[in-house]
Each structure stands twice: as C-alpha cells, then as structure tokens.
C-alpha cells in the first residue's frame, strides 16, 4: 500500500513551453501533498504544499505564478512549470501524506524534466 | 536558519560490516525525524523514523538513534549489502502541527565486495 506515482518519469520541452506533471496516490486519500525539486548530487527542497481543494503554499523564493499547483482532490496534485527555461531542469518528485496516518509521507519516483 | 546537516558527503564500507550515517539538526523543537534511501533517479524510499520521545528505535538490519542534548541523529545499517548502496538523508520536521520536511544534504554510501 501508500503508492505514489508521477506522470510523466521523464519530460523534454523547449524553452518557453509549458509542463504539467502529475502526482497521484493511488490507495490512499492525501489531503496533502507536497512539491520538492532537487538537482545533482544535491538534496531535496521543499518548493511548497499542496491541499486539497485550497491554494498552496509555496516556500520563500519560490515563484507561485511560475509554479503552478493544483490539488483538485484527495489523490491528484499537478505542479505545472510555466514557461520552462533550462535553469529549472531539475528533478522533481512529490510526496502524500496520508489521512488516515499521522506524520507519514510517502514519495513518488520522481519527473527528471530537462529544459532545452 | 533552520537546517540539517550531515557530517560525511561519502561513506565506503566493506560488505558485511556495520555502515553509520550521521546526521546533525539545529531545531530543538523538532519533534519527528525519518531516514531515506535514495537510488538514483528515484524517489526517497522511507527506512526508518524516530520520534522526539524516543532516543533508539530498531528495523530490519537499521538501527536509528536520536541524541536531543546534542541535536545528532544517526542511522546504523547491519551487515551492510551491496543493495545499502544509494544516498541516504535525515530528514526533520521542524515544527509542532505542520508537515513540512526539511531534508539533510545527504551521504552517499558505497558498498564494495
């Protein structure tokens, strides 16, 4: 059980074009899910939280209208990266936590996105 | 500023011999901690987690082990495998009612026959 996945694993867009990418808990209802990007042999940031049927709340640094999160129900957030330039390719990976367990986030594998 | 740090970017250890991964955190009030495993180009596998009240907590071949006073966490891997191979992070959550995770840089752990 606790599955997440994202969609797509990997993405290749030219610079200026837009990418959706998805994260689903597939056995699990999450109220809240969360963004993080990392890139090479670096750890992973917290860009920001996502709730169920609310705005998010995105960290310091962080552009909101760059990054667009949607979270329209109980097992799917979209993190959006408008108009895409090659200093966010990155890794990005999401995570759920789940309603019926307190503290617990469960990951998902990850959107290497690459900018060109 | 709040952060985690690790002590050691790499660590090498022979298969079968005991790995320990060190982690130091600067939030006193940081209630719950977890460890990850990271294999490239995937996402954070959860290993272990600990809360504030506890200060040693055992799994499968892990053991992880909290000390408030000085505000270090540590991760104990048993017989280590080849498969241990990946990055490992501490992970902390700073705060009272929220979910927020910060993690730590990370130490890569190479396992070698």
């Known amino acids: 059980g606790a599955v997440v996945s994202q969609h797509p694993s990997w993405v290749i867009c030219k610079s200026g074009t837009s990418v959706k990418i998805e994260c689903r808990s597939l056995?699990?209802?999450?109220?809240?899910m969360f963004w993080y990007r990392q890139f090479p042999k670096q750890s992973l940031m917290l860009m920001a939280t996502?709730?169920?049927?609310?705005?998010?709340?995105?960290e310091q640094g962080v552009e909101k209208d760059k990054f667009l999160i949607n979270h329209a129900s109980l097992t799917l957030s979209t993190l959006t990266v408008t108009s895409a330039h090659p200093e966010d390719s990155s890794f990005y990976i999401c995570?759920?936590?789940?309603?019926?367990?307190?503290?617990?986030?469960?990951f998902g594998p990850g959107t290497r996105l690459t900018v060109t | 500023g709040e952060s985690v740090g690790l002590h050691l970017p790499t660590l090498s250890v022979q298969e079968g011999d005991n790995s320990i991964i060190n982690c130091a955190y600067s939030?006193?009030?940081?209630?719950?901690f977890i460890w990850y495993k990271q294999e490239s180009g995937k996402g954070p596998q959860f290993i272990i987690d600990i809360r504030s009240n506890m200060d040693k907590r055992q799994g499968q071949r892990v053991t992880v082990l909290l000390n408030k006073t000085v505000k270090h966490l540590s991760l104990q891997i048993a017989a280590t495998q080849p498969g241990d191979s990946a990055v490992y992070f501490c992970?902390?959550?700073?705060?009272?009612?929220?979910?927020?995770?910060?993690f730590g840089t990370g130490t890569r752990l190479q396992v070698f026959p």
């Open positions: 939030n006193s009030a940081s209630d719950y």
């Open positions: 056995d699990f209802q999450a109220t809240t």
């Open positions: 992970a902390e959550n700073p705060r009272v009612n929220t979910d927020k995770l910060i």
């Open positions: 995570s759920a936590r789940d309603v019926q367990r307190a503290y617990e986030q469960y």
């Open positions: 996502s709730n169920e049927g609310s705005k998010a709340t995105y």
